[in-house]
């Protein structure tokens, strides 16, 4: 293989319940980076949540986030890609959440304007989510007044695993592909950014149209259904090894979880 970029995910890949990257990994990430190998990374976090994590691997590369809505370049702060999601869109997603939010008020709902988080309320577990991603919080009263404007992206909680993929089978009813994109990162998450804006989107364009190589020279590694499209496009791509079978049956190989510091037992089985 001819591996010129290694594209890593964050929660679940290179950071796990410690929301810490080991040792082990960043001593594996440095030694793809002596072979002259850049290092990126593609996450559904905030760029601001992912800016930590960009200087501890020492990354070469601007920081996808927002799973592929937002790319921005740390050693200048350019903004290079930003493509929010349709705001009719959002208006009408946002009713949809809230009707559920109504019938069930385990549902949390997450805006994201300019990199900044904003809520209707504050709760415990909104609170542990904006503690573990180290970013600061807004409170509005009603998140409609926002929408005059269009979100990054769109983000429902629940510690109900069931209710979340329900209303993802219902949101996939009820908007077409080129309407809304639609993912999990977690069990209990669902996202929506707007329609082909994803991390497979959002590295091609980093990877052909800013650096000019080819799906073939990419390595990416990814845990979880809003990595798919970045796994998909990568010439080799690996699944830790707690990722959901669909995720597994599409990547080139698999690694153990990030427990087990599975992205360092890949880049020493597939790059050095």
Not at 103 to 125: A, C, R, S
Request: charged share 20%; net charge negative.
């Amino acid at each position: 293989m001819n591996i010129k970029v290694l594209i890593l995910d964050i929660d679940g890949t290179i950071s796990g319940q410690s929301n810490q990257v080991t040792q082990r990994v960043k001593n594996a990430i440095k030694e793809v980076q002596n072979r002259g190998i850049k290092v990126g990374l593609a996450t559904g976090r905030m760029y601001c949540s992912a800016l930590r994590f960009y200087h501890d691997i020492e990354a070469d590369l601007p920081i996808i986030g927002y799973n592929g809505a937002w790319i921005q370049n740390p050693k200048n702060s350019e903004i290079l890609l930003h493509t929010p999601v349709n705001k009719e869109k959002a208006q009408d997603l946002f009713n949809y959440l809230k009707v559920q939010q109504n019938i069930n008020n385990n549902i949390e709902i997450h805006f994201y304007f300019e990199d900044q988080l904003y809520v209707e309320k504050m709760t415990t577990k909104t609170e542990f989510y904006i503690k573990r991603s180290g970013i600061n919080f807004n409170i509005v009263d009603d998140l409609t007044v926002l929408l005059s404007q269009s979100p990054t992206k769109v983000l429902a909680s629940s510690p109900d695993a069931n209710l979340i993929s329900q209303m993802l089978n219902d949101l996939k009813n009820r908007y077409k592909d080129n309407e809304l994109y639609l993912t999990q990162s977690s069990p209990i998450y669902l996202e929506a950014t707007q329609a082909g804006v994803n991390k497979g989107t959002a590295v091609k364009y980093l990877v052909e149209k800013i650096l000019g190589f080819t799906a073939e020279e990419i390595m990416a590694i990814g845990d979880n259904f809003n990595d798919y499209t970045m796994l998909e496009y990568a010439g080799f791509s690996v699944a830790m090894g707690d990722a959901p079978e669909e995720i597994k049956a599409i990547t080139s190989a698999i690694t153990h979880d990030v427990e087990n510091d599975g992205v360092a037992e890949a880049i020493a089985n597939y790059i050095l």
